[in-house]
């Protein structure tokens, strides 16, 4: 079995703020661990993903993800926050041909 | 190259009515699946299909359902609609069916029941 669970269904922060939205997995076999981000009426887009390869993943528009297995966490962090970075992030972990994702974290991005 | 494509993009029915949604994915993908987003539920998992088989399936009741063409192209067919079926369906598609691949979304059929 694999869940997901995403701390604050919403996060606000200033313009040029660090940027943290938690992430924490439960799964029965080694995870992949993937971070979605949905804009207004549109799909999901992958930011990035865990393959184990590296624990510090980089993704587009400057987001990085840590996994931590000790603490069976992957943070997604951004130094510094953009207007354009206002959307709903969504972590999830996947098994098999099946992904469950967590509820979703609404960012939002004060001026 | 085409990214998926769900058609309608929206979508007004009445209770007890069905609805069809349509799934192109991306050429070349041959795993397909559905979710249900909803402000409650969040993103719930439908069901996997690849190569013309269903392979997953979430935890929906009968009146969900899909299938898949030679072509990979996928259909949602829910019958007997109800209020609580109003939600964003979105449509993923992936290379195959590995652990690890990544998914491609479509941009959802919005489906209101009234």
């Known amino acids: 079995a694999q869940s997901v669970t995403q701390l604050g269904s919403h996060v606000s922060v200033s313009e040029g703020a660090l940027v943290l939205l938690r992430c924490n997995y439960s799964s029965s076999v080694p995870p992949y661990l993937f971070w979605y981000v949905q804009y207004p009426n549109q799909g999901l887009q992958l930011l990035l993903k865990?393959?184990?390869?590296?624990?510090l993943v980089k993704g587009i528009n400057g987001f990085e993800a840590e996994f931590k297995k000790s603490e069976t966490s992957f943070h997604l962090t951004k130094p510094s926050a953009h207007m354009s970075d206002a959307a709903e992030y969504f972590c999830?972990?996947?098994?098999?041909?099946?992904?469950?994702f967590g509820d979703g974290t609404t960012l939002t991005v004060k001026p | 190259k085409a990214g998926v494509t769900q058609t309608p993009r929206y979508l007004i029915k009445t209770r007890g009515q069905q609805v069809t949604l349509s799934c192109s994915p991306i050429s070349g993908h041959r795993s397909v699946s559905w979710y249900q987003q909803t402000p409650g539920q969040g993103l719930q998992f439908l069901f996997e299909?690849?190569?013309?088989?269903?392979?997953n399936k979430g935890n929906f009741p009968g009146r969900f359902s899909g299938r898949q063409f030679s072509n990979s192209r996928s259909e949602m067919n829910v019958s007997t609609l109800e209020l609580g079926d109003s939600a964003l369906y979105l449509c993923?598609?992936?290379?195959?069916?590995?652990?690890?691949?990544?998914?491609?979304f479509g941009s959802g059929t919005q489906l209101s029941v009234l």
């Open positions: 299909y690849f190569s013309e088989t269903q392979r």
């Open positions: 999830a972990v996947s098994n098999a041909g099946k992904s469950t």
């Open positions: 865990y393959t184990s390869a590296a624990t």
């Open positions: 993923a598609s992936s290379l195959g069916r590995g652990t690890n691949e990544k998914l491609f």
